[in-house]
């Protein structure tokens, strides 16, 4: 018999932070139907967007990795459920566009959602170069290729720090032109649960110097 996502995510957290991910489902629903957020339908938002995200975050509880940027969180994915199973580090949800932005400063201030209060914004489009504090990891999904989103992070994540990037089943591709581009990293597929389906889990790490 197939693993229900629901059931899995329910088994593994917390009562308060399964309650926390089903409000965030629904403040999710509501907006997606006035804007637009994301193409996934309403009754699939959990098993597709929030289940996978929830997974990888307990992963993260587990590790103390600093600051966790989520690089064109659009509706939050995956970096939002993430924060709300993991109360051990603080979540970076970075997107440009500005309608995004706005659901997701209306889920950092609901009490019911950012129930660690780990969560910031930074509504920017991210360009090229370092910035002054680095972040410990970063979390994609559907933000470009896997060369793209290293090319903007180059400089902005800490040399020990990992990028753990969302992908469909054709991510080979990516990894080779990531390597030809930049040897100094390794990429790999994390081995993840049947009911992601076809969504791989990319790590991508730095080779030590």
Known sequence: MKEDPREWIEGAVSPDQFSSLLEYQKKLQ???????????DDEDIFQRLIAPSAWLGILYSEKDVGVVADFGSGAGVPGLPMAIVDSRNKYLLVDANEKKSAFLKVCMVDERINIHRNIAIRNERLAEGPWETKVGSVVSRGAGSLVEIARLWDGKVADAGRMDIYKGENWEREREELIRE???YQAGRIEVPEWFENLQLIEIIREKS
Request: glycine share 0%.
């Open 182 to 184: 930049y040897p100094q």
């Open 30 to 40: 509501q907006w997606n139907r006035k804007f637009s957020l994301t193409s996934v």
